[in-house]
C-alpha cells in the first residue's frame, strides 16, 4: 500500500512545528486519515494534541539519525497502523539519510522548507552544505518572520542558484504572506534560433538544458568545455561538459551532454578544452539511457580553457 509522506524541513525555531500543529487543528487537511508524525527534533514549541482535530495522530520520537532505518521507519508505521506519514525533520541531519531508508511503499507527497529569514544569509554563508541539501528538494520555501525592509532578491538569489522550479514565499505575518514574483531571465537568448553561452553561464545553461530540455529542440548554440572520449563510446560520439559546483568545493562533479561528431575519436584530445557549434537534439541515447539533449556538431574547435575553470552558479 501506498504511504503518501509530508516532510518539512528547516533548522530550530524555523517555524515547522507551528505549521504542522495548525495543519493538524483542521478538518481539510486532518479528516480522519491515521497519521504518525515523526518528530525529529525538539525545539521551544511543543505540540499539543488535544487541539489536533480527531484522535488519528501518532506522534513518536526519532533522536538519532542513526535510528532512520528503513526496518525501524516500516515498524513504526505498522505499529500505529499509519496511512500517511508527516516528518519534521532536523535541519542538521542530511536529507539523503532519510530518502535513502525510507521504506519502499513510502511516497514523498510534498516537501516543504521553513526558514527564519532573520538568519537564512548568515546560516547559508556559514553552513552552506546544510543549506543547499535542504534548497535542493524543496517544492516551496517558506521565508517566516520576513520584514519589508529586507532585501527580497538575496534571499531569491540563494534559493534560485540551487533550485530554480521551488515556489518561494515571504511571510510577513500569519495573514499577510507572498509569493515570490522574480523573473530570473537567463544569461543568454535562449529564445534565439542561434546563440551563445559564455564561460560564466555554462552551469545555468547546463541546468537548464535539463530542466527545460524541449526549449532547446532544434536550436544551434555555441559553447566551451571539455571533450571526453573513449570508454564504451562509439567513434562518432564524445561527452561534453564542464566540472561544476552547486554549492561547495566538496561537490565539485563534472557535468557533460552527449555530443556527436564524425571525427570524434581522431581529432578530439581526452580532456582537452574545444568550442562546439552545434545543433540541439532531444532524443534517446543510450548513454542517458532515455531521452536527453544530444548536440550533433557543425564545428569543433581547439579553445583555452574557460574562466572560471570550475562553472559555477
Request: charged share 30%.
Amino acid at each position: 500500500m501506498e504511504i503518501p509522506v509530508y516532510l518539512f524541513t528547516g533548522f530550530l525555531e524555523s517555524g515547522k512545528t507551528t505549521f504542522i500543529q495548525e495543519a493538524l487543528e483542521g478538518e481539510d487537511f486532518n479528516s480522519g486519515e491515521r497519521t504518525l508524525l515523526l518528530m525529529c527534533e525538539e525545539g521551544e514549541e511543543e505540540y499539543h494534541p488535544s487541539k489536533f482535530f480527531g484522535t488519528n495522530v501518532f506522534i513518536e520520537s526519532i533522536e538519532e539519525e542513526e535510528e532512520l532505518t528503513a526496518e525501524y521507519l516500516h515498524e513504526l508505521q505498522v505499529k500505529h497502523n499509519a496511512e500517511r506519514v508527516l516528518i519534521e525533520y532536523n535541519g542538521m541531519w542530511s536529507l539523503d539519510t532519510l530518502y535513502l531508508n525510507m521504506p519502499d511503499e513510502w511516497l514523498t507527497y510534498q516537501e516543504m522548507l521553513f526558514i527564519d529569514a532573520r538568519t537564512f544569509l548568515t546560516y547559508n554563508q556559514n553552513m552552506r552544505q546544510l543549506m543547499f541539501d535542504k534548497l535542493k528538494s524543496a517544492e516551496l520555501v517558506v521565508f517566516n518572520r520576513f520584514t519589508r525592509d529586507m532585501d527580497k532578491p538575496e534571499y531569491h538569489k540563494v534559493v534560485r542558484a540551487v533550485n530554480r522550479k521551488n515556489q518561494i514565499l515571504y511571510e510577513y505575518s500569519k495573514d499577510d504572506v507572498e509569493f515570490d514574483d522574480i523573473v530570473d531571465p537567463l544569461p543568454f537568448d535562449v529564445e534565439a534560433d542561434e546563440f551563445a553561452i559564455g564561460d560564466d553561464a555554462f552551469a545555468e545553461w547546463y541546468r537548464d538544458i535539463n530542466e527545460e530540455q524541449e526549449k532547446y529542440d532544434g536550436k544551434t548554440i555555441t559553447v566551451k568545455g571539455r571533450s571526453v572520449i573513449g570508454g564504451d563510446l562509439p567513434d562518432d560520439k564524445f561527452v561534453f561538459g564542464r566540472h561544476v559546483m552547486t554549492c561547495c568545493v566538496e561537490d565539485i562533479q563534472f557535468a557533460g551532454v552527449v555530443c556527436k561528431w564524425a571525427n570524434a575519436s581522431k581529432l578530439l584530445e581526452h580532456g582537452g578544452w574545444v568550442t562546439v557549434t552545434a545543433k540541439v537534439k532531444v532524443e534517446y541515447d543510450e548513454v542517458y539511457g532515455e531521452a536527453g539533449p544530444v548536440l550533433y556538431c557543425l564545428k569543433v574547435e581547439e579553445a583555452e580553457e574557460a574562466h572560471p575553470e570550475v562553472a559555477q552558479f
